[in-house]
């Protein structure tokens, strides 16, 4: 186990003999905001080096190498005090408009709490994090993969529709889109900031310069309407070496359809919008009356392809649902292909968001200014041997190859086969067109049907009986 592995597994082992801190959720949030100020205050190091007469924003007696630094410093009481009573409301009042520095520390507080109560045990983690270096480079990469965890483990809320996109399939998009240095990048419905990470390490391969660096920074934004997610993504950026990331908080479906100009658009969009939510009433009506519904996935798709500039190229995460949906889902569609080149849909099997849903996805790539004139389909297929996904053996990035092969030799083969836009046209736009090189799938034959429903009638059972303990040890 490496010291940093060791070092995250102590942080959570101390936090969960606290009692503020109640699950998942509130841990990771916990860890994030500290990890947060400890990385903001080695960046700083860097910058009273690099940047001219630079001033922090944060006063001298709320910087971390003034309270947190020395091990034998504040704890107990008296460190909670200083945390709840002055850090917190301190931080959550700085002016905005002093610096970009402010005005990130502002954007991670606003919706940030403490919730940790046991100030010894709050002073054990700050040492803990206090042994990480976040200016070596080292430190700072394996820091990564663990970060790359933390954030797999929080994707557990699938009744909201945030479901971490497996890193193969991010890799993939990025890989396919091809991002430049200087092309404008937007995922308008961030989470963590998995595209973006993924463009960051894509661009990054032609960065020569200091200057190069600036362009970059500034070419690569998200938006996230959730406190949390803003939070991780803004701390994943500054961990790719992001001086001032640009995350901001929002959502975009809040602001009037006829209210985006020009300015607002971008070379590339890559996002996996959440599917399955639905957005607060009142949201539809900023939309024209033909894209109105509630469901977040229709009305994100309908603003990409406002957002992108002509030429521009998007790929995006969409739900089977999309594909054959009919009223509202219809006329986007139309949309879609009257004003872009949808040129390609890579249907993903089953399983390949498990465990947060079971739901069949598809990738679909387009670009902005000229009509749709055919749309081919690309059916991953499963490696050999493998009959689904789950968490310890998720889709892998190598598994993509066949698509890569593929993409710039079209023809057709056992996965992939065109439809034209005139015969999408007729179907009334059901873009849920089968795969007519493959025959149906069969069914099972019923001592396996039968063996299914044994196991599945098991697992219930079990469930049931760990709920009837648990609110009998609570009920105690």
């Not at 994090?129 to 797999?152: A, C, G, P, Q, V």
């Not at 500054?238 to 479906?253: E, I, K, Q, S, T």
């Not at 809040?254 to 209210?259: I, V």
């Not at 990035?397 to 092969?405: G, P, R, S, T, V």
Request: hydrophobic share 35%; net charge negative.
């Amino acid at each position: 186990m490496s010291q940093i592995t060791s070092n995250i597994k102590s942080i959570r082992d101390i936090m969960r003999k606290d009692t503020g801190v109640d699950g998942d959720a509130q841990r990771i949030s916990q860890m994030v905001w500290m990890l947060f100020m400890k990385i903001f205050a080695d960046k700083e190091e860097e910058w009273e080096i690099t940047i001219d007469d630079y001033e922090s924003p944060i006063p001298e007696e709320l910087k971390w190498q003034t309270w947190a630094a020395d091990e034998e410093g504040l704890t107990g009481d008296n460190l909670m005090e200083f945390v709840n009573n002055t850090l917190f409301p301190t931080l959550k009042e700085l002016d905005i408009t002093e610096s970009p520095q402010a005005r990130i520390i502002r954007s991670v507080f606003d919706d940030t709490y403490n919730y940790m109560k046991n100030g010894t045990l709050f002073r054990q983690v700050i040492n803990e994090i206090n042994t990480i270096d976040f200016n070596s480079n080292e430190e700072r990469h394996m820091f990564n993969d663990i970060y790359e965890t933390i954030l797999k483990e929080l994707q557990s809320a699938g009744s909201s529709g945030e479901y971490y996109t497996p890193r193969a399939v991010t890799q993939f998009m990025v890989d396919i889109l091809n991002p430049q240095l200087g092309e404008s990048v937007m995922d308008p419905a961030c989470g963590t900031g998995g595209f973006l990470t993924c463009t960051i390490d894509h661009v990054n391969q032609q960065v020569k310069t200091s200057e190069d660096t600036q362009i970059m920074q500034s070419a690569i934004r998200g938006i996230e309407k959730k406190p949390l997610p803003t939070l991780l993504c803004t701390t994943n950026l500054m961990l790719h070496g992001f001086d001032l990331p640009a995350v901001r908080r929002d959502n975009l479906l809040t602001k009037p359809y006829a209210d985006w100009s020009g300015k607002d658009k971008v070379d590339i969009i890559l996002t996996n919008p959440p599917f399955g939510g639905v957005e607060e009433d009142g949201t539809e009506t900023n939309f024209p009356q033909k894209f109105r519904t509630k469901e977040t996935a229709d009305l994100f798709l309908a603003l990409i392809i406002k957002l992108l500039k002509d030429k521009g190229r998007c790929a995006v995460v969409l739900p089977d649902g999309t594909l054959f949906g009919e009223g509202v889902k219809t006329r986007i569609k139309e949309e879609l292909m009257e004003k872009c080149n949808l040129h390609t849909i890579v249907r993903l099997p089953n399983g390949v968001f498990n465990p947060y849903t079971g739901i069949k996805t598809n990738v679909l790539f387009f670009e902005k200014g000229t009509p749709t004139e055919e749309v081919w389909y690309f059916e991953h297929p499963y490696p050999e041997g493998v009959k689904n996904y789950n968490k310890s053996k998720p889709i892998n990035i190598k598994e993509f190859d066949l698509e890569k092969a593929w993409w710039n030799n079209r023809e057709e083969n056992q996965y992939a086969w065109k439809v034209s836009a005139e015969e999408i046209k007729k179907r009334n736009y059901n873009l849920d067109i089968k795969n007519p090189h493959q025959a149906e799938d069969s069914l099972a034959s019923p001592e396996e049907l039968l063996e299914e429903f044994r196991a599945c009638e098991q697992n219930i059972s079990s469930i049931q009986e760990e709920i009837v303990k648990v609110l009998t040890e609570a009920l105690h």
